[in-house]
């Protein structure tokens, strides 16, 4: 992962990045599992370097839209995450329909209806709306006016045993977690696994024009000797604001390596920044598997490294909230790294995509209002209090109010991450 440094240059941290897949504008009257209602986060784990290669930050890269070739790219990208939503939405509604239970509505996307058909007659609706960044599998319900099913029927969602209703609720996060692994099964047969072999020395891929690297002559593709880790090397720079450090520089085209003596500048908090990207050094190789058994069991053990990875990034995110929660970003920001992956090697969105879904199915456990997580944790109640029903008005209410406040708060992250973009700035 290309870390974006400067202008202050910190040490790299989890770098969180949230997707709120989406934002359904469902009718009252109808019972629904919306794909995400809340933000799915895509973390970047220090401590797992080996994928930080491949995602930048949004806004480490300028003019992400102007090109064809970015264009493609978002394109690209867009089609990953509405392929995710498509399988996670998919789950809920084979789980339903292999039980019987009656189906209203499958959606696509969120806002404006494109497209739509229903099959069969007078069956499930099938739209495509506006905007590709959510979903959801909606549920006839007999107080709907224009429902045309008894109360009683029941093949109605809300009169099935608790157990069924669990398998509808549940099942959109195991076929994110099941398309995670055939994701990286597939890549273990095709393209092969990438495997990092650490080099020497911390990598500049960015010199920031008019920084104090760039005025001391570090140029981008430099290899600093002088440092073994990322994090050495920025507790050095930001340790000696206004103080020269001597820097052994590896350089291609040059045998011998250089010394340089840069003068950090002095940030407003007080620590020295020098204005360059850092990563660490490494040769990328490929871990291609020869037959069935031994791709099964490549996959598996990247599979649970990539899930430790997403719940550990989960974990601090959530303990260093006040620190990490102005990293979070939205649904722009993350097709916009989803497009910098495709630009910079198409078969990394393989694991783009499984590390997407395997948030996806994190974040919707989480027992919160409008999150499967939450109907799982209502049904609970209900199950403990012995198949007594939570009272409909207090279950919308709750289901309301947390709907409302995602809906705020992606509508915040659109904003602030468009805002964002290299590309906005420049007009």
Same mark, same amino acid.
Do not use: W
């Given at each position: 992962?290309? %870390?974006?440094?400067?202008?202050?240059?910190?040490p790299?941290?989890?770098?969180?990045?949230?997707?709120?897949? #989406?934002?359904?504008?469902?009718?009252?009257?109808?019972?629904?599992?919306?794909?995400?209602p #809340?933000?799915?986060?895509?973390?970047?784990?220090?401590?797992?370097?080996?994928?930080?290669?491949?995602?930048?930050?949004p806004?480490?890269? *300028?003019?992400?839209?102007?090109?064809?070739?970015?264009?493609?790219?978002?394109?690209?990208?867009?089609?990953?995450?509405?392929?995710?939503?498509?399988?996670?939405e998919?789950?809920?509604?084979?789980?339903?329909?292999?039980?019987?239970?009656?189906?209203?509505?499958?959606?696509?996307?969120?806002?404006?209806?494109?497209?739509?058909?229903?099959?069969?007659?007078?069956?499930v609706?099938?739209?495509?709306?506006?905007?590709?960044l959510?979903?959801?599998?909606?549920?006839?319900?007999?107080?709907?006016?224009?429902?045309?099913?008894?109360?009683?029927?029941?093949?109605?969602?809300?009169?099935?045993?608790?157990?069924d209703r669990v398998?509808?609720?549940?099942?959109g996060?195991?076929?994110?977690? *099941?398309?995670?692994?055939?994701?990286?099964?597939?890549?273990?047969?095709?393209?092969?696994?990438?495997?990092?072999?650490?080099?020497?020395?911390?990598?500049?891929?960015?010199?920031?024009?008019?920084?104090?690297?760039?005025?001391?002559?570090?140029?981008?593709?430099?290899?600093?000797l002088?440092?073994?880790?990322v994090?050495?090397?920025?507790?050095v720079?930001k340790?000696?604001?206004?103080?020269?450090?001597?820097?052994?520089?590896?350089?291609?085209?040059?045998?011998?390596p250089?010394?340089?003596?840069?003068?950090?500048?002095?940030?407003p908090?007080?620590?020295?920044?020098?204005?360059?990207?850092?990563?660490?050094?490494?040769r990328?190789?490929?871990?291609?598997?020869?037959?069935?058994?031994?791709?099964?069991?490549?996959?598996?053990?990247?599979?649970?490294?990539?899930?430790?990875?997403?719940?550990?990034?989960?974990?601090?995110?959530?303990?260093?909230?006040?620190?990490?929660?102005?990293?979070?970003?939205?649904?722009v920001?993350?097709? *916009?790294?989803?497009?910098?992956?495709?630009?910079?090697?198409?078969?990394?969105?393989?694991?783009?995509?499984?590390?997407?879904? %395997?948030?996806?199915?994190?974040?919707?456990?989480?027992?919160?209002?409008?999150?499967?997580?939450?109907?799982?944790?209502?049904?609970?109640?209900?199950?403990?209090?012995?198949?007594?029903?939570?009272?409909?008005?207090?279950?919308?209410?709750?289901?309301?109010?947390?709907?409302?406040?995602?809906?705020?708060?992606?509508?915040? %992250?659109?904003?602030?991450?468009t805002?964002?973009?290299?590309?906005?700035?420049?007009?």
């Amino acid at each position: 992962m290309l %870390l974006r440094l400067s202008p202050h240059l910190h040490p790299p941290r989890n770098h969180p990045l949230s997707l709120p897949l #989406s934002h359904p504008s469902l009718p009252s009257t109808s019972l629904s599992f919306p794909s995400s209602p #809340s933000p799915p986060l895509l973390l970047f784990s220090q401590t797992h370097n080996r994928y930080r290669h491949r995602y930048h930050p949004p806004h480490a890269f *300028a003019g992400l839209l102007p090109s064809l070739e970015s264009f493609q790219s978002v394109l690209e990208a867009t089609s990953v995450l509405t392929a995710i939503i498509v399988v996670h939405e998919g789950g809920h509604f084979l789980a339903a329909t292999l039980q019987g239970i009656h189906v209203s509505k499958f959606a696509i996307g969120f806002g404006p209806v494109l497209a739509r058909f229903v099959y069969p007659k007078g069956g499930v609706e099938y739209s495509v709306r506006a905007f590709p960044l959510g979903g959801f599998v909606a549920f006839p319900d007999a107080e709907d006016p224009d429902c045309g099913i008894p109360a009683d029927d029941p093949d109605l969602l809300r009169n099935r045993p608790v157990v069924d209703r669990v398998f509808v609720v549940s099942a959109g996060v195991a076929a994110n977690i *099941a398309f995670a692994f055939l994701l990286i099964f597939a890549q273990s047969l095709t393209t092969g696994l990438p495997v990092q072999e650490p080099l020497p020395g911390v990598l500049v891929p960015d010199v920031r024009p008019g920084s104090a690297a760039s005025r001391s002559g570090l140029l981008p593709g430099d290899i600093v000797l002088s440092s073994p880790s990322v994090s050495d090397l920025v507790d050095v720079i930001k340790s000696n604001p206004e103080k020269s450090i001597s820097l052994k520089i590896q350089r291609g085209g040059l045998t011998d390596p250089l010394d340089l003596k840069i003068i950090p500048d002095l940030s407003p908090d007080g620590t020295g920044r020098i204005g360059v990207q850092l990563s660490p050094n490494f040769r990328v190789t490929r871990l291609k598997a020869k037959n069935l058994a031994e791709a099964t069991n490549f996959a598996s053990r990247e599979f649970v490294e990539l899930t430790g990875s997403v719940f550990e990034g989960l974990k601090q995110t959530f303990l260093n909230f006040s620190q990490s929660a102005e990293k979070v970003s939205g649904p722009v920001a993350i097709i *916009a790294v989803g497009a910098e992956v495709a630009k910079s090697s198409a078969d990394g969105l393989f694991q783009f995509a499984a590390i997407i879904n %395997l948030n996806l199915a994190a974040m919707n456990l989480l027992p919160l209002p409008a999150l499967d997580g939450g109907t799982l944790a209502l049904l609970l109640v209900e199950a403990v209090r012995g198949g007594r029903r939570i009272p409909r008005e207090v279950e919308q209410i709750i289901t309301s109010l947390g709907v409302s406040l995602v809906v705020m708060l992606g509508l915040f %992250l659109i904003v602030r991450d468009t805002l964002n973009l290299d590309f906005i700035k420049m007009l």
